[in-house]
């Protein structure tokens, strides 16, 4: 596999796991993307109590899996070229983790990673209302290269069910590592006035 097609995938124990279900489906779908996996404690919990999956099955989904708790894996360290990560959902003590610079786990350690190395690292945060700290983190982190990347809604392609809503913000994800996909119906312009 070449290196320039790994993509770090980390689930944070926020709310809404059924996002990164989703994007591991989808990416099992892509030939060339060698997914690395690192699912958090926390994460374990929300799969458990809003899907009722075990982690063993989403691990399953990825072609490379790490204990998060490893902070010697492969994926902690800058010399193991990747495309970069995507935290689906990031919880905002994940946010919080890798804004400060706190990296006690796999998961923050390995954002640090692509911080540092100025790879793409793409936050799904998953939060409502947001506080002003919350605020201030998002700055902190897009200030220091990664992308804000919040599950909003979009209807211009008329989603029929949840699932449609999950696949517009996988697709938006994909579009930032530039990962063609066909997951929603693109705005082409109406000419609104």
């Known amino acids: 596999m070449s290196q320039n097609r790994r993509l ?5 124990g926020s709310s809404a796991p ?13 030939e060339d993307i060698e997914v690395h996996l690192v ?19 989403v691990e399953a989904l990825g072609d490379v ?27 905002m003590r994940t946010l919080a983790a ?14 640090d ?3 540092k190395e100025r790879r793409k690292l793409i936050m799904v945060t998953r939060e409502t209302p947001l506080s ?3 605020i201030r983190n998002m700055e902190t ?8 990347l919040p599950p909003v809604p979009a209807f211009y392609h008329h989603p029929q069910s949840i699932d449609d809503l999950l696949k517009q913000t996988v697709g938006k994800v994909l579009d930032q590592f530039e990962i063609e996909h066909k997951l929603f119906k693109r705005w082409e312009g109406k000419g609104l006035k």
């Open 8 to 12: 770090i995938v980390g689930i944070s």
């Open 132 to 134: 002003l700290i919350h």
């Open 65 to 91: 899996v790490y204990d998060p708790e490893d902070l010697g894996a492969a994926i902690s360290s800058g010399s193991f070229k990747t495309m970069g990560m995507v935290v689906i959902p990031c919880s």
């Open 18 to 30: 059924q996002l990164a279900l989703t994007m591991l489906h989808t990416l099992k779908e892509v």
């Open 141 to 148: 982190v897009t200030l220091a290269g990664a992308t804000i």
């Open 113 to 115: 990673v692509c911080l």
């Open 98 to 111: 890798i804004a400060s610079g706190y990296t006690p786990d796999l998961l923050t350690r390995t954002a």
């Open 39 to 57: 699912v958090s404690k926390g994460a374990e919990k929300s799969i458990a109590y809003e899907i009722g999956i075990t982690r063993k099955e």
